[in-house]
Every structure is written in structure tokens, then in C-alpha cells.
């Protein structure tokens, strides 16, 4: 399996040679030159297995360069009971993203697949967790290191610490807005005080974190000098190990393969929705992927419109679903890609219009960019969106109705799905975190604090270590380079 970027401008590279890195020399994202396809004798093989096996037989599709023995070794290490243990009463870890059904009538069957058990209580676990051994077997077979250098709104940014701590040969660096994460998500990050563990807060928002990220992933020069990799969606790896329960969600929410469901997904960046986009091309039986934004709805303004408008960073709300509050989705030109029948030349010019411009038009009007807005229904896209008095509302409701506490972003899944429902096409929402990570408006929904896990009652009370830096690019290199001594 042979990788190309959007941007039609590098050369093509296996999934290891593309593993540690992030954007292609050329600025764009990697994508298979083709997608794999499977088959219903393979989903209907696929319908036993445990969720390590599972993920063993999707992976081993895209990594076709790592031995089959090491990547289901990898597999197994990963995706235990043990690592995914935080499940809710009446789940079974072993399942490691079980189902849960809210409500089933006329209207639909509304389902939640829980993906936030993994040891930072956020979806993200689900594939950080795997880039983190997949890191340390790639580094110690060339005997190298990895200066990881990432960017988050929230949840990334613990995910990616706790997968990386006490690595062999790695370090991170990770960026967030400084005040715009709730007090759990920055005490998950801030009070870890291990030696390769770098946070750095940064005085602005989510989209100015992710810009210095892409500054330094197209520095060539600096990215090679300094090792740098990257951990944020636009790693492909990070991608493809989402793409595993999408599967798994379909097989557990179906009993035969002529059955088709819907999911719905809570998104900011584009990474997580673009992982079902993927699957969807592999052949599973999606009907709808439902991409549900907070205020800031730049994605649901394109699947309304077909216009890609990019907020300014004074235009970025700050929200009670903080981890949704960007306004530049990276993983988005995945999918743009494909809408332009994989048309690089077409896409770069597109998005060089974005950096110009500030955003492009494909609904085929007079003076747009394009007509291809009108094709997008046929890859299932639909959208919606939420605000603070919805999440408030769907938090309060699903509580007093199924006597389950769900957090903000997953709130916004909920208040979405139920505009989209079909009789008999199962909508799956995929959960985002647990709801002790924002229980400053679990406390204002439901009048009490979230439950915790056991080991994180008081975390925000540890110690904190970060640096407070501004937007400066070259100041961030500089920074980089003393800590890194290269």
C-alpha cells in the first residue's frame, strides 16, 4: 500500500516511511492511493472477533510494510481491558467500545458507542494509544528519535501525553490555547511532570496552536534538523485507527450485512468523521455520517452550502464543548480530495485560496469555485448544529430519560442525531469524553458534579508545569531547538 498526497506534489510513500511525520513535503495530507475494499464474507468473519483482532485485520489492510506478527503484537498491546478500563456500570471493558441503546420506536434507534474508557477519558485514547507503540516499534527498529511537536483543543493533547510518556527516544511538545480548555482537560496535561513531556500554552486560540504546528511541519529544513513528527490528525495512523470502530460499531449495532446504520460525530478538526468517511469507501454499510458542530460551524456551513468559510481567530467562540471550537478543519481537505475526484492540482489551488482569501465556494453558483457541493450527498454527508442552551437541554434530557450523564461535545452528537434519524437505520453517536472532564457545565446542567474514575478526584489540585508563549513562529523554533539540543 503506497501513499500519495493531496497536494499531488511528493513522491509516493509506504505507511512506515509516512508514520513518524506529519504533512507531506509539499504541504498537503497522505491518503492510499487507493481506498481497500472489503468484502461481506470478511465482515461477516469480522462479526467474532475481539476489538485487538479487529483492529489487527483493518490495520493490516493500510501497513502492509510492518510483518503481520509484529502489527497484531502491536494490536494486542494496545487494546486491552486493563488500557480501556474506565468503562461506565453495566459495560464490559473487554468490550472496549461497548454499545448502549437510548431509545428505540417508529422514529429510530438512537444508540451511543462509547469510545471514552482509555486511560485520558476521551475518544482520542482509541488511536493515540496505538500511535504511541506504533512510535516506539518504528523508532527502535532505526535506532532514532522523535521530537513530537502537536497542537490541541483539548483532548488531543492528554491522549497523545499519556500514549508518549516514558517512551524510548520520544519527546513531545504540545501546544494549547492558554484558558480556552476546561479545568480536567488542562490539569490532564499541565500537571504531568515527566522529563519528555513539553506543554506549552499558547495566547490565542485552537487554529493558531494547529497554524504553528503546519508552519513547522512545511520547514523542511527545521523538521529534518529537529526530528519533528506530529501526533495531530494529520498523521495518517491517527486516521486509520479510528477507522476500526467505526467497524466495530457497525458489526455490534447489526446482525447481517444487508443492514445499514448511521453515525453521527460530534467534529471540529474533521479527523474523527473523516475515519467513517474512510470506512465508507471500504464498503461498510454506512448510510448518513452526520457531522455535528458547536457555534463554531464552519463544517456545517459547507454541508448546507458548499462554502468553506475559515473564521478568524477573534471569530472563534470559546464554548462549553471546547474541544469543537476551531474554525480551520485540517482533516478536511481529505475529504475535498475525494469530492474532486482526487483533482491535486485543483485542491492546491483551492487551498492556497483558503490562505488568501480565507475560504473557497463549490455550491455551483454564479462566480464559485465549482459545482462539486452538489456530489457530496453521495458520500452520506449530512450536518447539524448545537449550541450552549441545546447542550444544556440534551444533557438534562438523556439523564432524566436513561439515568446516563454524557458530556458537552457528546451532547451536541445527541441534540443532532435526533434531526436525522431514520426507521430502521440505527444512529450510532460516537461519544467524545466522559462528562468529569467538563463538570463545570454538567454542574450547571444537572445541578451536581460529574462522577469520576477512580484516581481522578482531585486532579486539578497537582501541581501544574507549562510555558506560556505567544504566537511568534520563530520564537516557537527557538524554544524547540534548546529543549531538543539539536
Not at 522523535?146 to 501546544?175: H, P, Q, W
Not at 460529574?450 to 486532579?459: D, K, T, V
Request: charge should be neutral; aromatic fraction near 10%; hydrophobic fraction near 40%.
Amino acid at each position: 500500500m503506497q501513499y500519495v498526497s493531496t497536494r499531488g506534489q511528493a513522491p509516493a510513500q509506504s505507511f512506515s516511511q509516512i508514520l513518524l511525520g506529519g504533512l507531506a513535503p509539499d504541504g498537503g495530507l497522505y491518503l492510499p492511493i487507493e481506498y481497500p475494499r472489503v468484502s461481506g464474507e470478511e465482515l461477516d468473519a469480522w462479526r467474532k472477533l475481539s476489538y485487538a483482532d479487529l483492529a489487527f485485520e483493518v490495520l493490516k489492510k493500510f501497513a502492509t510494510d510492518i510483518p503481520a506478527a509484529d502489527l497484531k503484537a502491536i494490536a494486542h498491546k494496545t487494546y486491552t481491558a486493563d488500557v480501556y478500563r474506565n468503562a461506565r456500570a453495566g459495560e464490559d471493558p473487554a468490550q472496549i467500545t461497548p454499545l448502549r441503546v437510548l431509545e428505540e420506536g417508529s422514529g429510530g434507534k438512537l444508540v451511543l458507542q462509547a469510545l471514552s474508557n482509555g486511560p485520558t477519558l476521551a475518544f482520542k485514547d482509541m488511536a493515540m494509544q496505538l500511535l504511541g507503540n506504533l512510535f516506539e516499534y518504528a523508532l527502535a527498529k532505526q535506532d532514532a528519535e522523535l521530537n513530537i511537536f502537536g497542537a490541541t483543543s483539548g483532548d488531543t493533547g492528554s491522549a497523545a501525553e499519556y500514549a508518549m510518556r516514558g517512551k524510548k527516544g520520544i519527546r513531545v511538545f504540545m501546544l494549547s490555547p492558554y484558558r480556552k480548555m476546561s479545568a480536567f482537560q488542562t490539569a490532564q496535561m499541565f500537571s504531568l511532570q515527566d522529563p519528555n513531556i513539553v506543554n506549552i500554552a499558547v495566547e490565542g486560540v485552537f487554529d493558531d496552536c494547529q497554524d504553528m504546528v503546519k508552519a513547522v511541519s512545511n520547514d523542511l529544513a527545521y523538521k529534518a534538523r529537529h526530528k519533528i513528527g506530529t501526533v495531530n490528525s494529520i498523521n495518517w495512523a491517527r486516521v486509520v485507527a479510528q477507522v476500526v470502530y467505526y467497524f466495530r460499531g457497525y458489526l455490534a449495532a447489526t446482525a447481517h450485512n444487508a443492514q445499514k446504520v448511521s453515525f453521527t460525530v460530534p467534529s471540529g478538526n474533521f479527523g474523527n468523521i473523516c475515519a467513517g468517511h474512510i470506512a465508507r469507501m471500504m464498503g461498510l454499510p454506512i448510510d448518513q455520517l452526520v457531522v455535528a458542530t458547536n457555534e463554531n460551524d464552519v463544517l456545517d456551513e459547507f454541508f448546507r452550502t458548499g462554502v468553506y468559510r475559515v473564521r478568524k481567530s477573534a471569530e472563534t467562540y470559546h464554548t462549553t464543548s471546547p474541544s469543537m471550537d476551531i474554525s480551520k478543519a485540517s482533516n478536511f481537505e481529505r475529504f475535498v480530495f475525494d469530492l474532486l475526484g482526487r483533482d491535486a492540482t485543483r485542491l492546491a489551488a483551492l487551498f492556497r485560496k483558503v490562505d488568501s482569501h480565507g475560504g473557497f465556494d463549490l455550491s455551483g453558483k454564479a462566480g464559485s469555485d465549482g459545482d462539486e457541493f452538489s456530489q457530496a450527498a453521495r458520500y452520506g454527508f449530512v450536518s447539524g448544529k448545537s449550541v450552549h442552551a441545546d447542550r444544556i437541554a440534551t444533557i438534562r434530557d438523556v439523564h432524566a430519560r436513561y439515568g446516563i450523564t454524557i458530556d458537552t461535545h457528546t451532547a451536541d452528537g445527541v441534540k443532532v442525531a435526533r434531526e436525522h434519524m431514520k426507521p430502521g437505520v440505527p444512529m450510532l453517536v460516537l461519544e467524545t469524553a466522559l462528562p468529569a472532564k467538563f463538570n463545570e457545565t454538567i454542574r450547571e446542567a444537572l445541578g451536581r458534579d460529574a462522577e469520576r474514575p477512580a484516581g481522578f478526584e482531585h486532579i486539578e489540585a497537582l501541581p501544574q508545569r507549562y510555558e506560556l508563549m505567544g504566537t511568534d513562529i520563530d520564537k516557537m523554533k527557538a524554544f524547540i531547538a534548546r529543549h531538543t539540543g539539536l
